[in-house]
């Protein structure tokens, strides 16, 4: 692997990161295709279309850094819309690259309806591809840079996120662990390792190299109404910046 790769959005592009977002392209189709509402956002990660089998009329991608994919740009620890107001909120690896995870996530609590879901995806320290990230960090103390994983952010596990989401008052739904195969860089290595994966998952399945977790907004004692804001105006008046590549305004990532 290249030795030069410091940022997720860079990793992404080599064949471990792509079958990383093969893994989780498959994962998001299944988890969101029958979460129903009006309003669905992804956070972060343009490389991945989170939300494209879900049904919902109003999906957004909002991202900390401009981009030409992203539907408007947010501090993730300041969203730009009303309490109670989105059915969905989709986070691969936001969690992770955000300067702020606890508050971010405190905000997806805020901006969700009650019953409505999130859906994080992280890596899982305790994985092969973890394990060798641990032992490249030894190496760059020793002043050489072998990192297998991107070494921006930091990586929350699987036991830490599910403890933040119940104290949010979240119910976990669904978990899931994949990509079992070794941490080789190279695409025939990766290929010839596939037979892992459906051993991973049968007889190690909290070892993946990445989770995705499904949780519920639970809220007690109260009354699910419809809201009372019009879909078509859930945006207005956000201090945000909406522009797409060529500078002209869009409201709406699809």
């Known amino acids: 692997?290249?030795?030069?790769?410091?940022?997720?959005?860079?990793?992404?592009?080599?064949?471990?990161?792509?079958?990383?977002?093969?893994?989780?392209r498959a994962q998001m189709a299944a988890v969101?295709?029958?979460?129903?509402?009006?309003?669905?956002l992804q956070l972060g990660l343009p490389e991945l279309d989170a939300l494209a089998?879900?049904?919902?009329?109003?999906?957004?991608?909002?991202?900390?850094?401009?981009?030409?994919?992203?539907?408007?740009?947010?501090?993730?620890?300041?969203?730009?819309f009303p309490?109670?107001?989105?059915?969905?909120?989709?986070?691969?690896h936001a969690l992770e690259l955000t300067a702020d995870p606890h508050t971010a996530?405190?905000?997806v609590a805020r901006v969700l309806v009650p019953e409505g879901r999130v859906v994080i995806c992280g890596f899982n320290p305790l994985s092969l591809w973890g394990f060798r990230q641990q032992r490249a960090h030894l190496y760059r103390r020793l002043g050489m840079n072998r990192l297998f994983l991107p070494q921006a952010g930091e990586f929350i596990g699987y036991r830490r996120c599910r403890d933040w989401l119940r104290l949010l008052s979240f119910e976990i739904e669904?978990?899931?662990?994949?990509?079992?195969?070794p941490a080789f860089s190279s695409a025939p290595w990766l290929q010839r390792s596939a037979w892992l994966d459906p051993v991973g998952a049968r007889w190690w399945p909290f070892l993946g190299a990445v989770y995705c977790l499904v949780a519920v907004k639970r809220v007690r004692g109260m009354t699910l109404l419809n809201p009372a804001w019009k879909p078509a105006r859930i945006?207005?008046?956000?201090?945000?910046?909406?522009?797409?590549?060529?500078?002209?305004?869009?409201?709406?990532?699809f």
């Open 105 to 107: 996530l405190n905000e």
């Open 53 to 80: 089998a879900n049904r919902m009329p109003h999906r957004w991608l909002a991202t900390e850094t401009p981009h030409d994919k992203a539907a408007f740009v947010s501090d993730f620890a300041a969203l730009p």
């Open 32 to 40: 969101v295709a029958n979460v129903f509402g009006f309003h669905a």
């Open 83 to 92: 309490a109670n107001s989105l059915d969905l909120v989709v986070l691969p």
């Open 174 to 181: 669904a978990e899931h662990f994949g990509c079992y195969r």
């Open 1 to 24: 692997m290249a030795e030069q790769i410091i940022g997720l959005h860079e990793w992404m592009t080599t064949p471990p990161g792509a079958y990383l977002l093969a893994w989780e």
């Open 235 to 253: 945006l207005a008046n956000a201090p945000v910046s909406i522009a797409n590549s060529s500078g002209a305004s869009k409201s709406e990532y």
